[in-house]
């Protein structure tokens, strides 16, 4: 949004980013359903050393389940970047970027 003059208008590429933001997260939540999946977690980050510190004014868990839903948002975008896995904040927008720049292409002829 942009504000001139007391009046707000949207950007010019609102829509464009806010398909990007939509089409990213779903293809980011696809990733976090797959089979396997806490087990690569677990494996590729830290997850088991920030759970066990107690560096947080609250556990890891919100009830001790070794699920995704029970983690909460801190100890899981910290244990990502720790192993430099950019999942959290990229995941997904190549996937969506690549099917906007395939769509535009065809009504572009590029």
């Known amino acids: ?49 920030i759970e066990q510190s107690k560096i947080g004014s609250r556990p890891s868990r919100r009830t001790g389940a070794r699920t995704l839903s029970d983690l909460r948002a801190i100890p899981w975008v ?7 896995f950019n999942i959290t904040g990229w995941y997904g927008v190549g996937t969506t970027l690549e099917v906007m720049y395939k769509h535009d292409s065809v009504n572009l002829n590029v």
Request: overall charge positive.
């Open 1 to 49: 949004m942009i504000q001139n003059n007391n009046q707000t208008k949207e950007h010019e590429l609102a829509s464009e980013l806010n398909y990007l933001a939509c089409k990213s997260m779903a293809v980011y939540k696809e990733l976090m359903q797959k089979s396997g999946f806490i087990k690569f977690y677990e494996k590729a980050t830290p997850i088991d050393a």
């Open 78 to 84: 910290f244990s990502w970047s720790q192993c430099r």
